[in-house]
């Protein structure tokens, strides 16, 4: 015993090196991140606010609540971490010795006399972990279960993005249809007075048919956005783990959210971003799998040993039982697994070099997100001003043709063109309303939000 423990302290002295090593976080990230749209020097974040402060329609907390319950993504992200609980647990037990009791009886007859022989011994393994085999799975453990936690928060973060942009999506189709409705009403009368107008030979035929034409093509909108909005009320209710139902909400115009917008210091996009935490967990574990892989090299040291009570000395059912007890040390040194071995250690740097290149490219596709969303941002801001003054221009536009066919002489054609001009611009202009909300969504997202 005292040998081996020599041996065991030699071989760890003159090769060991490597095998004890702990993970050093990433401390750093690069200052242009964010690319040259966003201003790095704030330390608070919009991504630090809790997605009940951005998103403040009660409807949608509503859904956000119910979805964060039961939607089926959310709920196998749960049972994915109590999975790497659970793992983490057993290599915790691994530093602990492992008990087996194993009893045996038996009976037997001889010339009348009836021997009855029993052993009921308690057997016990311990290893002793002098080479960082068990340190290094119990991290690599722990390294799986943080992992899975931010896993859940990622899953939670793009939840309520879904949900949220869900939801505005059904708000914009709702104004459009209203605005298309509200139109197609008009135009209805507009094409009685054509055909009123035909008749008294004030519209050609030509006249009458474009009329009729923009009319039905109003109407197929209108056919074509309720279809839109049952699909989206389906993908809401699938997100909510339902079945097809109608969605309570409110209006496009109500909605409110922040002007301005900080995206913080690259640096806590580490902290913030539960993919790109995955993603460093990732690499985590391959560290210490690589760890793991160097300490295959050397020898495995286990303390083994039994004790029980048995009477097979051979004597009668009255014959107390005997007290047995053994125990062993062995070491066991790999000799011809070297090969093998040195395979696995180029296996486990090769997948640990990857995960750092998928963590590196975690961290840069992040910051890209982040730049597309203010540019996004930045950009449906911008056209909103100019959507609003094209609405208003067209508003005056159409109000002028129409006086204008009434006083001078300005077709009817022309009155419909202008009616047409001015609906193209209203939906889109609630459409740009609709890109500035996603955008802000998508920085959310970005940013890491998504916090209670």
């Not at 009570?309 to 070297?338: C, E, H, K, M, V």
């Not at 939906?427 to 959310?444: C, G, K, M, P, V």
Request: charged letters at 20%.
């Amino acid at each position: 015993m005292k040998k081996l423990i020599i041996l065991a302290a030699v071989a760890l002295m003159t090769g060991s090196c490597g095998i004890y090593g702990k993970y050093k976080p990433a401390k750093e990230a690069p200052e242009e991140l964010y690319g040259d749209i966003a201003a790095t020097g704030d330390t608070t974040s919009f991504g630090d606010l809790t997605w009940r402060e951005v998103f403040t329609d009660p409807y949608l907390s509503e859904l956000i609540d119910t979805a964060l319950v039961r939607n089926s993504d959310i709920r196998t992200a749960r049972l994915k971490v109590e999975e790497a609980q659970a793992s983490l647990l057993t290599a915790k037990l691994s530093y602990l010795p492992s008990l087996a009791l194993t009893p045996e009886g038996g009976i037997t007859t001889f010339d009348g006399t009836v021997t009855k022989t029993y052993t009921a011994p308690v057997s016990a393994s311990w290893e002793i972990d002098l080479f960082g085999r068990v340190t290094n799975a119990k991290r690599q453990a722990k390294a799986l279960l943080e992992q899975s936690k931010d896993y859940e928060q990622a899953v939670k973060t793009q939840l309520i993005s879904a949900v949220a942009n869900n939801y505005y999506t059904l708000l914009m189709l709702d104004a459009q249809l209203q605005i298309a409705e509200s139109t197609e009403k008009a135009w209805e009368e507009s094409v009685r007075t054509s055909r009123a107008m035909k008749k008294a030979g004030m519209l050609t035929e030509a006249g009458l048919a474009q009329t009729e034409a923009t009319y039905y093509n109003i109407c197929t909108n209108i056919l074509d956005l309720k279809e839109q909005i049952n699909q989206a009320e389906n993908t809401m209710c699938l997100l909510l783990a339902d079945t097809p139902h109608k969605i309570e909400r409110g209006t496009l115009y109500e909605q409110q959210f922040p002007e301005e917008f900080s995206v913080g210091i690259p640096l806590l996009m580490l902290s913030n971003r539960p993919d790109v935490r995955q993603a460093e967990h990732a690499l985590e574990q391959a560290f210490y799998a690589t760890n793991a892989a160097r300490s295959a090299f050397y020898p495995q040291i286990t303390l083994s040993g039994s004790a029980g009570w048995s009477n097979n000395g051979g004597g009668i059912i009255i014959n107390p039982g005997r007290f047995l007890a053994s125990a062993i040390a062995s070491l066991t040194q790999p000799l011809f697994n070297r090969g093998a071995n040195i395979a696995n250690l180029k296996i486990a740097k090769a997948q640990q070099e990857e995960a750092s290149i998928a963590f590196e490219m975690a961290l840069l596709t992040a910051g890209s997100e982040v730049n597309d969303a203010l540019m996004q941002y930045q950009t449906a801001k911008g056209k909103a001003g100019y959507y609003e003054k094209q609405v208003s221009s067209l508003e005056i536009a159409a109000k002028s043709t129409a006086l204008l066919m009434k006083h001078g002489n300005t077709t009817y054609l022309e009155v419909l063109t202008a009616q047409q001009t001015l609906l193209n611009a209203r939906l889109n202009n609630i459409a740009n309303r609709f890109s500035e909300i996603q955008s802000i969504i998508t920085l959310y997202r970005a940013l890491g939000g998504g916090r209670m």
